[in-house]
């Protein structure tokens, strides 16, 4: 069974403030890992899809970067309109994807 | 990328009745399309996955007689709440992936938010 879990599963930061957000996963078969903004109210935004270790995409204060364990979403010199919840998820053999729940990210100016 | 569109975005139906929520692909044919039920603070939730043109699949502990999905066409997937209860409130998410990309990449419609009184 895919599974994923993400940490933390809130994180405050300063504008400004540097961090990263963690997606641990354990799939059968990668197909694809990615990275979603959702949020409130809203249906999630694609931000990246990562297919295998080693692999990094950038987009804006955004960057991802994958291992064969985990998957990390950094942000760097983060705004307040970067506050959102970041969702994690795979795909493998089963076609079908796993989300991890989430981290709640605030930024405060 | 891709757009997928879901509609209507609210709705608020009387315990009993029946809600149908449209999902559409907008600039792309989407063969399969995904149910998402999530709950507040929650993440998303798979119901089912819908094929085009055969009955779609339901995951475990989904009642496919209450959610009716259909997916008569390549750019529509409907999924129906029949006999409403406020229990069944919540937000509804589709979602596709285009196969003119070569990946699995799925893009979500917006939401619709359901309310049974």
Same mark, same amino acid.
């Given at each position: ?6 940490s933390?599963?809130?994180l ?15 799939v ?21 899809t ?7 995409k950038e987009k804006?204060?955004?960057?991802a970067?994958?291992?064969k364990?985990e998957?990390f979403l950094?942000?760097t010199a983060p ?8 969702l ?6 089963s ?6 729940r989430?981290?709640s ?5 | ?10 709705v608020?139906c009387?315990s009993?009745?029946s ?19 999530q709950?507040?603070?929650q993440s998303?939730?798979l119901?089912?996955?819908?094929n085009e043109?055969?009955?779609a699949?339901?995951e475990q502990?989904?009642?496919k007689?209450? /959610?009716? #999905?259909n997916h +008569? =066409?390549l ?11 406020p229990e069944?409130?919540? /937000?509804? #998410?589709?979602? +596709? =992936?285009n ?9 979500f ?5 359901l309310?049974?009184?």
């Open positions: 069974e895919d599974q994923v879990t993400q933390p599963e809130a405050r930061l300063q504008e400004g403030e540097s961090s990263s957000l963690n997606c641990s996963y354990t059968s078969g990668l197909r694809g890992l990615f990275w979603y903004r959702q949020d409130p109210g809203k249906g999630p935004e694609f931000l990246f990562l297919y295998s270790a080693g692999e990094e804006e204060r955004l960057k970067t994958l291992t364990k998957s950094h942000i705004k307040p309109e970067d506050s959102a919840t970041y994690c998820a795979v795909q493998g053999g076609y079908i994807p796993t989300f991890g989430g981290t990210l605030i930024v405060h100016p | 990328g891709a757009v997928v569109s879901q509609h209507p975005s609210w608020i009387k009993g009745t809600v149908k929520i449209e999902c559409r692909s907008l600039d792309f044919q989407a063969t399969t399309m995904f149910w998402y039920r709950f507040p603070k998303l939730m119901m089912a996955t819908s043109g055969s009955k699949t339901y502990g989904v009642e007689d209450k /959610f009716l #999905i +008569a =066409s750019t529509l997937s409907t999924l129906t709440v029949t006999s409403a209860h069944d409130s919540s /937000f509804y #998410i589709c979602s +596709a =992936s196969p003119g990309e070569n990946t699995d990449t799925q893009y419609g917006p939401g619709t938010r309310t049974v009184l």
